[in-house]
């Protein structure tokens, strides 16, 4: 069963304050924050459940947009075959072309006592 996020008052300055946590796969996307707080600035309880309302729609847009790049995230790191072979393609040419430099090429290569290359 779900239920409202409800306000509770400060016990130091009697100001009611709304807090939600933040599962922690989102966090990451939420500069780190354990949780999302806000004072209503009212000590009046009637005051506080009308302000609530709003405050608990901004946290909820706030989380549901962090599961949005969350999900997005998720779906950007699959690489496609066709993306597979242009990162292989790409590393082939310049492995190809810095191993055509002879500086490069003597650090792969050795030179037997009978003068064969290996």
């Not at 354990?34 to 608990?56: C, G, M, P, Q, Y």
């Not at 055509?100 to 290569?109: H, I, K």
Request: aromatic content about 6%; hydrophobic content about 40%.
């Amino acid at each position: 069963m779900a239920f409202m996020i409800q306000p509770r008052r400060d016990p130091k300055s009697g100001m009611w304050k709304i807090r939600k946590g933040i599962p922690a796969h989102l966090r990451p996307f939420l500069d780190g924050k354990t949780e999302l707080k806000r004072s209503l600035e009212t000590k009046d309880a009637a005051e506080a459940k009308s302000r609530a309302s709003v405050i608990v729609a901004e946290f909820e847009a706030i989380t549901a947009n962090a599961q949005l790049r969350y999900d997005n995230q998720e779906r950007e790191q699959q690489v496609n075959p066709a993306q597979l072979d242009a990162i292989v393609s790409h590393w082939f040419v310049n492995e190809r072309q810095r191993l055509s430099q002879p500086d490069v090429l003597a650090r792969y290569t050795l030179e037997t006592s009978d003068g064969r290359v290996v």
